[in-house]
T-cell receptor, first 114, second 113 residues
Framework: AQSVAQPEDQVNVAEGNPLTVKCTYSVSGNPYLFWYVQYPNRGLQFLLKYITGDNLVKGSYGFEAEFNKSQTSFHLKKPSALVSDSALYFC????????????FGGGTRVLVKP | EAGVTQFPSHSVIEKGQTVTLRCDPI?????LYWYRRVMGKEIKFLLH????????ESGMPNNRFLAERTGGTYSTLKVQPAELEDSGVYFCASRVVDNSPLHFGNGTRLTVT
């Protein structure tokens, strides 16, 4: 079975400060990891993914995430947050060895204050 | 290119009624998925189509839910009869091949009263 944990329901950060959204995962095989963002009344938008290769993955809107196999983590980061980054962020995992479905975390609401 | 389209955007029905949700994937995307988020919890997988065939329906909660994808284009998800616990946001997503990112629709917010 695969699972994802996002330990923080909400993250508050001041504009211009670094933003980190935490994610840990559990899968039997090789993890395929994803971050999605949801703006109000919109669907989920793909930010970035890790399949293989460099542990540091760069994605859309200046976001990046670091795959850490030993800690089974895939934290999302942005060096300087913008007010427009305020949204709901979902981490997801797929077992690369089996199946096609994504398992999502519960989501973390990010609030960037001016 | 047009994105994944879902209809309706909102639906409010009474317990015991029937509701049908529709999803139009991106043209050419053989893989179509249904997910739902209930009561602000995790987004849960419901099922996966490859063209018109159900590849994996392990996430379907019970036999009140019926998904179809006749002709391998758009898909419908019918809930009959609806129960209070079915309230939530139902997302459809599609992709071309296995490792390509999922493209999500804006979701249908279903409220069962």
């Amino acid at each position: 079975a695969q699972s994802v944990a996002q330990p923080e329901d909400q993250v508050n950060v001041a504009e211009g400060n670094p933003l980190t959204v935490k994610c840990t995962y559990s899968v039997s095989g090789n993890p395929y990891l994803f971050w999605y963002v949801q703006y109000p009344n919109r669907g989920l938008q793909f930010l970035l993914k890790y399949i293989t290769g460099d542990n540091l993955v760069k994605g859309s809107y200046g976001f990046e995430a670091e795959f850490n196999k030993s800690q089974t983590s895939f934290h999302l980061k942005k060096p300087s947050a913008l007010v427009s980054d305020s949204a709901l962020y979902f981490c997801a995992v797929r077992d690369g060895a089996a199946g096609n479905k994504l398992t999502f975390g519960g989501g973390t609401r990010v609030l960037v204050k001016p | 290119e047009a994105g994944v389209t879902q209809f309706p955007s909102h639906s409010v029905i009474e317990k015991g009624q029937t509701v049908t949700l529709r999803c139009d994937p991106i043209s050419g995307h053989d893989n179509l998925y249904w997910y739902r988020r209930v009561m602000g919890k995790e987004i849960k997988f419901l099922l996966h189509f490859v063209k018109e065939s159900k590849q994996d329906e392990s996430g379907m909660p019970n036999n009140r839910f019926l998904a179809e994808r006749t002709g391998g284009t758009y898909s419908t998800l019918k809930v009959q009869p609806a129960e209070l616990e079915d309230s939530g946001v139902y997302f459809c997503a599609s992709r071309v091949v296995d490792n390509s990112p999922l493209h999500f629709g804006n979701g249908t917010r279903l409220t069962v009263t």
